[in-house]
């Protein structure tokens, strides 16, 4: 197959696909607003606009590419930037990817967004979400379709437990450092936590950059906590599974509607039990009080109470981190998920494999 992929080229999870897709022989190309060494065909827009506003101006530059490659199919990532920009190609057969804040955050805040996210929809031939959770959210947008449930998948043989700092007690988390994502949250648990276990060596990691990088800086030393808090910035996924190996327990304490939690998955994966937010689509991922705990959003003291719980009983923390990477193996394991996309796409071009 000759597949065109719109979307984020930085992004891992598109970069995963791609490379899944090229391994099986498939004839594979990226275009995106994104320029860097996995863009395939750069769009371009005319005139030249910086910000969300470019993705509107570069239709020209998309029907060039298609003319260009000629694939077989294309697949959008994100509707309401490249599945919009898919859309209005009136190149078919055409599958969308809603990811989660297109749908949970943006559709609800603007409500022109909203009606072109519609159309898109209603333009494309096939239309996947990363979790039940999104599927259920899209619905509504698209009452007419199915919505099929395609998660992102992680390399398992890559992501794998490793011998542990035994000295030193690490709750740990990878998150933008934006709002929505909680951060704040874990630091007042970890607080808690420290204060609870005043003789125990221990420290919180967190891997991630962002514009409230400073605020939680400071969060941190107005709690007296900084001295054992680590704000490692961004860290390439190449170099995530030593991270989180550094960990005993992974947070995602997410405070928006979150539809996917790729991270925990990437932990889990690394033998690691779960804390996370009962919100969105979390809760597919992490079962409750078997690979790990689930607290209500923005309750730190529930939060800590499970890492105190957690740090206090080691058998159950290898129990759940043995049951976690189970469970994503079994079903988040990229050459599963990959499999999925391609029985989808051939799907779509009216093949089989």
């Known amino acids: 197959m000759r597949i065109l992929i719109l979307g984020y080229a ?5 970069k995963r696909l791609v490379d899944f897709l090229k391994r099986k022989g498939h004839q594979v190309a990226v275009a995106s607003l994104q320029r860097t060494p996995k863009t395939d065909f750069p769009l371009s827009a005319r005139p030249p606009i910086p910000g969300k506003l470019a993705y509107f101006f570069t239709l020209s530059s998309l029907r060039y590419i298609i003319k260009e490659f000629k694939p077989d199919l294309i ?3 994100n509707v309401t930037s490249y599945g919009i920009l898919g859309a209005r190609s ?40 990363t979790s039940l959770f999104l599927q259920e959210a899209t619905h509504p947008l698209c009452p007419s379709k199915e919505i099929f449930v395609t998660p992102f998948g992680i390399e398992t043989d890559r992501f794998i437990p490793q011998p542990k700092n035994k000295s030193l007690f690490t709750v740990g988390t990878v998150r933008h450092l934006l709002p929505g994502y909680g951060i704040d949250i ?14 125990t060596p221990m420290r919180l990691i967190v891997v991630g950059d962002g514009f409230l990088r400073n605020k939680f800086i400071n969060l941190a030393q107005k709690l ?15 170099v995530l599974p030593r991270v989180y ?5 992974f ?6 509607q979150e539809a996917y939690g790729v991270a925990a998955l990437e932990a889990a994966s690394c033998g690691l039990p779960i804390v996370a937010s009962k919100i969105g689509g979390i809760p597919e991922i992490v079962t409750e009080e078997k690979t790990g705990f689930l607290f209500p959003p923005g309750d730190y003291f529930a939060l800590a109470k499970y890492l105190r719980l957690l740090y206090l009983d080691k058998d159950l923390r290898q129990k759940m981190g043995a049951a976690g990477r189970e469970v994503v193996v079994k079903k988040y394991d990229l050459m599963k998920t990959g499999h999925y996309f391609e029985e989808l796409y ?8």
């Open 224 to 238: 007296q906590v900084s001295d054992s808090v680590e704000f490692m910035g961004y860290i390439p996924n190449e």
């Open 245 to 249: 190996n550094e960990m005993d327990i």
């Open 90 to 129: 009136d190149f078919h057969p055409l599958m969308i990817s809603v990811w989660g804040l297109d749908i949970t955050d943006v559709c609800k805040r603007n409500p022109i967004v909203r009606e072109m996210v519609r159309w898109a929809l209603h333009k494309a031939d096939l239309i996947a979400a």
């Open 186 to 199: 874990l630091i007042r648990a970890y607080s808690c936590l420290r204060s609870s276990l005043p003789e």
């Open 251 to 256: 947070v995602l304490p997410s405070m928006h």
């Open 346 to 353: 051939l799907k779509l071009i009216g093949r089989s494999l």
């Open 10 to 14: 930085q992004s891992i999870h598109i």
């Open 75 to 77: 697949h959008a990532h």
